[in-house]
């Protein structure tokens, strides 16, 4: 499919594929100070079609330098499906993460967050719209918590 998109192969159509490829737009977006909420299940890639580490490599290219994820910790997340001890989350609660959802993995640096919670791909659509209706042109970006929150489980189930 990619390469009927895009004329042929990685090798012959490098352009393409980096039009393409969201590492493309995300350099622009971090330089522009555009707030993003990056969500993915810690499953993802073995229930789901992306692996979990595209999203920490969208999350590193967004973030200080300093707050990065390294490339080995990234692979033992993919390998194994768990968070080393070191980068577990155990920070305040959120309403838009029951037990179910649980949180194994959060980081905020300057204007991206990343969750990484339990299941597979499909992330948290309640967080992100409740991330996104607090965000306002020209303001700073909102990571706040609400105080209460509806988790997404009763209305997948439905």
């Known amino acids: 499919m990619l390469e009927g998109a895009c004329g042929g ?21 971090r330089k522009a100070g555009v707030g993003a909420y990056i969500v993915t299940g810690i499953h993802d890639g073995w229930k789901g079609s992306v692996p979990v580490g595209h999203s920490f490599r969208a999350f590193n290219a967004l973030a200080n330098p300093e707050d990065r994820v390294s490339e080995a ?12 001890a070191a ?6 609660g959120d309403p838009f993460y029951s037990e179910q959802m649980r949180i194994h993995f959060r980081r905020t640096s300057a204007n991206v967050r990343f969750t990484l919670m339990e299941g597979g791909h499909g992330g948290n659509f309640a ?29 997948l189930g439905k």
Do not use: C, M
């Open 9 to 29: 192969t990685p090798a012959e159509k490098p352009e393409e594929y980096a039009h393409r490829s969201p590492l493309t737009w995300l350099d622009r977006a």
């Open 73 to 84: 910790d990234i692979a033992a997340i993919e390998e194994t499906q768990q968070v080393p």
């Open 87 to 92: 980068l577990a989350y155990d920070g305040p």
């Open 127 to 155: 967080a992100g719209l409740d991330f996104l209706s607090r965000q306002a042109k020209g303001q700073p970006t909102d990571f706040s918590l609400p105080s209460a929150g509806n988790g997404i489980e009763e209305a």
